[in-house]
């Protein structure tokens, strides 16, 4: 029997947060839900996790720069974005979610969120000083008034050791948020 997402295409752009681990986890729910999963990643996020791990779970080429003459997609931002059901952005770094908020589009990850009319979903992680900074904030208030959803971050256990604000969501809270807007109407096709 066909998974509940069978048919749908998400988006998984993984930015460099020690939380980039728990995104794999992310990726091998959405496909053992039979969603067809593309994961582009930052440069700082290779330095966390290997893309080799993304290919072998979503069994699809990673893309971590615009600029790779034998990829599989001339333009990837366009051609991804346009694929996309919906887009994910996990975890969504500090400098991430300023870029996005400026409309910047200098790297792969936030290129496609200004190329996609597909649903952005983010799920921030962080340490608690940066989650709770005004810069953040305002950040992240921007990103909500245009549209975004915005998934955590919660209070927990940090990688510094602390317990505050800044973990990400786990994985199946943040596949239970992606299943949740694709069955919802913006989601719907
Ligand atoms: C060990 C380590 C852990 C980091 N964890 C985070 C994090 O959880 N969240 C964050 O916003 N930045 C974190 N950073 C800083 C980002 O990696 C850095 O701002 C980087 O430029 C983000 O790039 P990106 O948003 O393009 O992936 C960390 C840096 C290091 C060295």
């Known amino acids: 029997m066909a998974g509940t997402l069978a048919g749908r295409v998400v988006v998984?752009?993984?930015?460099g947060s020690i939380a980039a681990y728990k995104v794999a986890m992310v990726v091998r729910r959405l496909r053992q839900d039979d969603a067809e999963v593309h994961v582009l990643m930052t440069p700082a996020?290779?330095?966390f996790v290997g893309p080799v791990t993304f290919r072998a779970l979503s069994h699809h080429p990673v893309i971590t720069e615009m600029w790779d003459p034998h990829g599989r997609w001339d333009e990837p931002h366009v051609a991804l974005g346009e694929l996309a059901d919906l887009y994910l952005i996990a975890p969504a770094t500090?400098?991430?979610l300023?870029?996005?908020?400026?409309?910047l589009a200098g790297d792969v990850v936030c290129a496609t969120a200004l190329a996609t009319r597909a649903p952005i979903l983010v799920a921030p992680a962080m340490s608690d000083a940066m989650a709770e900074s005004p810069a953040v904030q305002e950040n992240l208030a921007r990103l909500r008034a245009r549209?975004?959803?915005?998934?955590?971050?919660?209070r927990g256990?940090?990688?510094?050791?602390?317990?505050?604000?800044?973990?990400?969501?786990e994985p199946e809270?943040?596949?239970?948020?992606?299943?949740?807007?694709?069955?919802g109407p913006a989601g719907r096709r």
């Open 45 to 47: 996020a290779t330095r």
């Open 157 to 169: 256990p940090l990688a510094s050791g602390k317990v505050g604000l800044g973990r990400m969501a």
């Open 94 to 96: 500090a400098d991430t």
């Open 12 to 15: 998984v752009g993984v930015c």
């Open 173 to 183: 809270v943040i596949v239970a948020e992606v299943a949740a807007l694709l069955s």
């Open 98 to 103: 300023g870029r996005l908020a400026g409309g």
């Open 147 to 154: 549209g975004v959803h915005v998934v955590g971050p919660e």
